[in-house]
C-alpha cells in the first residue's frame, strides 16, 4: 500500500482497530451494511461462480454471507494484508464451520493465477486500493487479471453524494462525528479520522465508473444507496 499520503501505515491502524470493527461499522452504518452487503452478494452469486474471491476481506462479512447464501459448493476465498483481520474472519468462519481459504498478501501481487476467479467482491475496502494511492492502476490491474473473460467484480463502497444539501449533512456527520465516535469505541481516533476523511473525499459513482472503464472493465450496472452515500457497482472483465 502506497503510504506517501498517509501519516501512518494502514497495515498499523487495522492491528489497533480489529477487535471492534465490525462494531464500529454497524454504529456507523446504523446496521444498514447488513443489508447493502446482501445486495453485493446476491450480484457476485449472479452469474454461477464456481471460484470467488473477496478482496480486502477485512473481518470476512462478504465472504461469509457468500457462503451463507451459495446454493452449491463454491470455491471461496478471502484475501487481504492484515493478518490481524484475517485471524478474526477465521475465528468467524470456524465458528460457523464455513470453508473459506484466507490467505495474506498484498492486492498489487496476488498469488493467483491469471482468469481463475469467476467473480470478485470488495465491500468498504477499493478506497483503501485507490484514494490517493500510487499504485491504484496496479491494484485495480491485478483483480482484472485474476479474473476470468466476463468474470463479474462487485463493488460496495462510500460515494460521494449528489445531493449537494445530503452531501453537506453526510460530510458533516463524517468529519464530526464518526472519527471521535470510532476513536473512541476503538481506542485509535487517528485511524478513524483516516477512514472518515477517504469516505467523505473519495470519489461519485460516475467517477469511479471511468476509473473502472479505464482499468479495462465493461460496467454492467451500478447504483446508489443511502441518498448517495453508498455505491454499489457491478462490472465485468471484457471478454
Not at 502506497?2 to 498499523?12: A, G, H, M, S, Y
Amino acid at each position: 500500500m502506497n503510504k506517501e499520503k498517509q501519516d501512518f501505515p494502514l497495515k498499523d491502524f487495522y492491528k489497533d482497530i480489529y477487535k471492534k470493527y465490525d462494531l464500529v461499522n454497524r454504529i456507523f452504518t446504523f446496521g444498514r451494511d447488513r443489508k447493502w452487503r446482501k445486495k453485493a452478494v446476491d450480484e457476485c452469486l449472479d452469474n454461477s461462480p464456481e471460484k470467488i474471491l473477496d478482496v480486502c476481506t477485512g473481518t470476512g462479512d462478504l465472504i461469509l454471507e457468500i457462503s451463507r447464501n451459495a446454493k452449491s459448493a463454491i470455491d471461496l476465498t478471502g484475501y487481504d494484508f492484515s493478518s490481524e483481520m484475517l485471524q478474526k474472519a477465521k475465528e468467524k468462519a470456524k465458528r460457523e464451520d464455513r470453508k473459506i481459504k484466507f490467505i495474506e498478501g498484498d492486492v498489487a501481487a496476488m498469488p493467483f493465477e491469471s482468469n481463475y476467479f469467476d467473480s470478485a467482491g470488495i465491500s468498504f475496502g477499493i478506497r483503501n486500493l485507490v484514494y490517493e494511492n500510487s499504485s491504484a492502476k496496479l491494484h485495480l490491474s491485478e483483480i482484472h487479471r485474476v479474473l476470468r473473460e466476463g468474470g463479474r467484480f462487485v463493488i460496495l463502497e462510500s460515494s460521494k453524494p449528489g445531493n449537494r444539501i445530503w452531501r453537506f449533512i453526510n460530510g458533516i456527520y463524517l468529519q464530526f462525528i464518526l472519527p471521535y465516535l470510532g476513536g473512541a469505541i476503538s481506542g485509535n481516533i487517528k485511524a478513524y479520522k483516516y477512514l472518515a476523511k477517504s469516505s467523505k473525499n473519495y470519489y461519485t459513482r460516475e467517477a469511479m465508473e471511468d476509473i473502472l472503464i479505464s482499468a479495462g472493465f465493461h460496467i454492467i450496472h451500478s447504483r446508489s444507496l443511502f441518498l448517495g452515500s453508498v455505491m454499489l457497482m457491478v462490472v465485468e472483465k471484457k471478454q
